[in-house]
C-alpha cells in the first residue's frame, strides 16, 4: 500500500553538502510524520531527524542540529533532508520511514514507532 524509496546518496569530501530525497506513495502521504534514520557500520540503527505531519515542527539528533535540515512537500509526496557540513562521522546507510499513525499529536525519535521503510541510501564522508 506504501512505497518509501529514498535517493541522493553519495561520496563527497567532509565540509561537503548533500541532498536527500525520499518519495512515498499512497493516499494520504500529507498526514504522517516522517523520519530519517541512519545505520553505519557495526552500530545500531539511529535517528537523525523527523518532521510532522503538517511540517510545522521538526526534531533532530543532537549530533546533526545545526547541520541538517528536514523539509516536506506534501502536494509532491516528498521529504528530502539537506545535509551541510558533512562530517567522516556521518558516512552510514540512510533510511526514510513512515510513521505508523495518521495525525499523530508529536513527532518521536524511536525507530519502533515508524512502519514503513526505504531500502536506504549510503552516505560516505571522507577526510
Known amino acids: 500500500q506504501v512505497e518509501v524509496v529514498e535517493s541522493g546518496g553519495g561520496l563527497v569530501q567532509a565540509g561537503g553538502s548533500l541532498r536527500l530525497s525520499c518519495a512515498a506513495s499512497?493516499?494520504?502521504?500529507?498526514?504522517?510524520?516522517m523520519g530519517w534514520f541512519r545505520q553505519a557500520p557495526g552500530k545500531e540503527r539511529e535517528f537523525v531527524a523527523a518532521?510532522?505531519?503538517?511540517?510545522?515542527?521538526?526534531k533532530y539528533a543532537d549530533s546533526v542540529k545545526g547541520r541538517f535540515t528536514i523539509s516536506r512537500d506534501n502536494a509532491k509526496s516528498t521529504m528530502s533532508l539537506q545535509m551541510n557540513n558533512l562530517k567522516p562521522e556521518d558516512t552510514a546507510v540512510y533510511y526514510c520511514?513512515?510513521?505508523?499513525?495518521?495525525?499523530?499529536?508529536?513527532?518521536?525519535?524511536?525507530?519502533?514507532?515508524?512502519?514503513?521503510w526505504g531500502k536506504g541510501t549510503q552516505v560516505t564522508v571522507s577526510s
Open positions: 499512497g493516499r494520504s502521504f500529507s498526514s504522517y510524520h
Open positions: 518532521i510532522h505531519w503538517s511540517g510545522g515542527s521538526t
Open positions: 520511514a513512515v510513521d505508523k499513525r495518521q495525525y499523530s499529536s508529536s513527532i518521536y525519535y524511536y525507530e519502533r514507532e515508524y512502519g514503513y
